[in-house]
Nanobody, 120 residues
Framework: QVQLAESGGGLVQAGGSLRLSCAASGSIFSIDAMHWYRQAPGKQRELVATITRGGNTYYADSVKGRFTVSRDNAMNTVSLQMNSLKPEDTAVYYC??????????????WGKGTQVTVSS
């Protein structure tokens, strides 16, 4: 069974930094692009950052220059380094990826999320 699990959330003051990690586990054959989404209270879930298997990246305008996404294909992990955090970055952050299992069944997977709270 394939799973995604996030870690690294917490409470930080404005201007501070946090690093989120997401590990894929299970019977994995390959992982396509990996994504970080976030959802703040009362708001829709939004895409924060994407990294392709080849390392190409995409960032939402609101986080450009502050967040950096990276991945380790050998370890099936993706990370999100968040610097210069703002109170408006407060949200539950989710990892997402299209993963092909060893039986060649491909599905879209979500982690359970990790809370990031930025105090002013």
């Amino acid at each position: 069974q394939v799973q995604l699990a996030e870690s690294g959330g917490g409470l930080v003051q404005a201007g501070g930094s946090l690093r989120l990690s997401c590990a894929a586990s299970g019977s994995i054959f390959s992982i396509d692009a990996m994504h970080w989404y976030r959802q703040a209270p009362g708001k829709q879930r939004e895409l924060v950052a994407t990294i392709t298997r080849g390392g190409n990246t995409y960032y939402a305008d609101s986080v450009k220059g502050r967040f950096t996404v990276s991945r380790d294909n050998a370890m099936n992990t993706v990370s999100l380094q968040m610097n210069s955090l703002k109170p408006e970055d407060t949200a539950v952050y989710y990892c997402n990826a299209n993963i092909m299992a060893r039986d060649y069944a491909a599905m879209n997977y979500w982690g359970k999320g990790t809370q990031v709270t930025v105090s002013s």
